[in-house]
């Protein structure tokens, strides 16, 4: 569930960076989607990154923005394959945001004979291109564990409780098994 809070998380902030930063405009939705145009827009443009990375004038939004979206999804994930797992999220967030926006600008879409193979492309397209937040995720999820590794407590030498009545533990009991005294609270 994580993943696919970060993979949310991800898209959203970098649909908006990518609006901001490559200066993309309203394309014009119906109205109760001109709300949140800036998701709808900016998620079709992260699908076609690919355009993005190669055009020299917003290359560099490109990369920041999925260098952010990294970011954000190692933060929701743990180091290995989790991190991959919250990237294929990401791909089927954003596969499913850019649909939505395509089918809002072409009423045609859906009923077009090569439909299938577009969804086909579109979906495959959007999970390869999510792999392009890796980069930015890996780092921070090798930081995290690094960090909660530090700040787990050190194993204790010897675990012994002595009661008062003498009895010695080599554990950490509740109650002493000889007299009934409760040695800890719970």
Known sequence: MRNVLGGLV????????????????????????????????????????????LNPNVSIAYIVTWLIIGVIIGLFSKKGWNTLRSAL????????LSLASIMLLDAGYWIAPTRNLELLYHFTGSIIISLSAMPGAIPITFLIERIMRQAEEPIPEKI?????CG????????????????????
């Open 10 to 53: 991800g898209i959203i902030a970098g649909s908006i960076v990518v609006v901001t930063l490559a200066g993309l405009s309203n394309p014009m939705y119906s109205e109760p989607y001109s709300i949140i145009w800036f998701i709808l827009s900016g998620s079709d443009a992260l699908r076609l990154s690919l355009d993005g990375f």
């Open 167 to 186: 009895a010695v533990f080599k554990s950490n009991p509740l109650i002493c098994s000889e007299c009934g005294k409760q040695l800890r609270e719970v």
């Open 160 to 164: 012994e409780t002595i009661c008062d």
């Open 89 to 96: 999220w990401v791909g089927l967030i954003l596969g499913i």
